[in-house]
């Protein structure tokens, strides 16, 4: 679950530079439901309320004094973000009562006057953006000025009361800080019509706490009283930062993000890739175990190829003992060349070999008297040795077939005929 901490400085201890920092502070969950809240705390308490909670996926939006930022339009014709860039400084440059380079400038949203833009001393946006980058456990999300997150709701101007201090805004995205009693003038001042206007009423809201509310009843009655202004009492149960933050939330303001450019959490210390930083650093040690597999899968088959290649050279050279030319990368075509080569010399055995192989049966054959070789005839052209054979039975011609066919020559018997003085054939040999 995701959680969202809203910490608000306190008025007397506003100044990043001045010592400890002393805060009001809220954590809301996913939902919008609040979850814890203190104040007048250090850092290093709400740290530790929240480790003890044990809490995961806290954003922080830190809440800086509404005048730290000044509030100004910038009307731009251009519409691409990259134009509106170039050219903000040089709109809002006479609004500004110092040198803009030395101001940072944050763009919101687009208004009929143009858009809206906020204003911070680039030093001082440094010591908030310190401020409040690398707590414990937590991301920095966003840094507001805590007036613009004052709700209007359906009314022209909302005033927030705190300690000594009111916190206004108004429908057209303006804030500003003031003390409370100074509020009659300001008053005085939403009262007079502009010259383009007509005189018409300007609606107020005003949150405070009852005890707010008592402490200031004069000036509440001083603004109640002021003609056109039409006055509503809003009370508070909780402190300022609770109504703020709901107000956020619940999106019923809409202030500027003072964490853009080089002021945003992406280009900080932190980092908006640092929540990831887990989910990388396992990625990553997926993927070397993966790498680690693969290549020890290939270290083990690399292994038993060369085991096989040795088990087959070792065979070659078993057969072929005086061969120094094979290698395991050209033994297949050795072989091959080899066995072409036996193959055409074995379909043309020749005269010699053929009588040969058939003469040496013919002695080794049992009762080879009774066999007679009547007459040898030899085709050169088809390599076949035919031979005209008497036999006194058949099983002595085939034994002899058998005989030759068991040399590798290829034996055929043929023309058999069979009288009263044995067997005639004539036998046909072959080198295969």
């Known amino acids: 679950m995701s959680y969202h901490l809203y910490a608000r400085p306190l008025p007397g201890s506003a100044d990043p530079t001045a010592g400890e920092l002393r805060l009001d502070w809220v954590l809301l969950d996913a939902s919008g439901e609040l979850q814890a809240s203190g104040q007048d705390e250090t850092r290093e308490s709400i740290e530790d309320a929240l480790s003890r909670n044990s809490l995961e996926g806290v954003r922080l939006i830190g809440l800086i004094p509404g005048d730290e930022a000044l509030f100004c339009f910038a009307d731009i ?9 170039q050219a903000l ?3 809002v440059e006479e609004q500004l009562a110092q040198d803009v380079d030395t101001v940072h400038l944050a763009l919101g949203g687009a208004t009929e006057d143009g858009y809206r833009v906020a204003a911070i001393d680039h030093q001082r946006m440094g010591l908030w953006q310190e401020t409040f980058l690398d707590w414990e456990g937590v991301e920095l999300e966003a840094i507001y000025p805590d007036a613009a997150l004052v709700p209007l709701k359906d ?6 009361l705190g300690e000594g201090m009111a916190l206004l805004a108004s429908r057209r995205g303006e804030w500003m800080t003031m003390r409370t009693e100074n509020l009659g003038v300001f008053a005085q001042t939403l009262a007079l019509p502009q010259e383009d206007e007509v005189a018409a009423e300007v609606r107020v809201v005003v ?10 009843e004069s000036v509440l009655s001083g603004l109640a009283g002021t003609p056109r202004l039409s006055v509503h009492r809003e009370p508070m149960e909780g402190a300022v930062v609770e109504l703020l933050a709901s107000a956020h939330y619940h999106h019923a303001a809409e202030p500027i993000n003072l964490c853009q450019g080089s002021y945003a959490p992406s280009q900080g210390k932190g980092g908006a890739l640092r929540a990831w ?7 990553a040690i997926w993927f070397v175990l993966v790498i680690a597999g693969q290549v020890g899968m290939g270290y083990y088959h690399h292994q038993q190829a060369a085991a096989l290649e040795d088990q087959a050279m070792a065979i070659y050279r078993q057969a072929f003992p005086e061969d120094r030319r094979a290698t395991p990368r050209n033994v297949r075509r050795i072989i091959e060349g080899q066995l072409r080569v036996a193959g055409q010399q074995a379909g043309d055995a020749g005269f010699l070999p053929l009588m040969k192989h058939t003469g040496q049966q013919y002695s080794e054959l049992s009762g080879s008297q009774s066999v007679l070789f009547n007459s040898v005839n ?3 052209s088809r390599g076949e040795l035919v031979v005209d054979v008497r036999a006194d039975s ?7 077939r058998s005989g030759i066919a068991e040399q590798g020559l290829e034996a055929s018997i043929g023309s058999v005929v069979n009288d009263s003085d044995g067997t005639r054939a004539r036998l046909t040999v072959s080198g295969g």
């Open 77 to 85: 014709p251009a519409r691409q973000a990259r134009f509106i860039r």
């Open 89 to 91: 400084p040089f709109a």
């Open 155 to 160: 009314h022209d101007w909302a005033v927030c």
């Open 207 to 216: 949150y405070g706490t009852e005890a707010t509310f008592a402490d200031n």
């Open 277 to 283: 930083r887990p989910a990388v650093a396992i990625a």
């Open 378 to 380: 030899y085709t050169s």
């Open 394 to 400: 058949y099983e002595r011609l085939n034994a002899l």
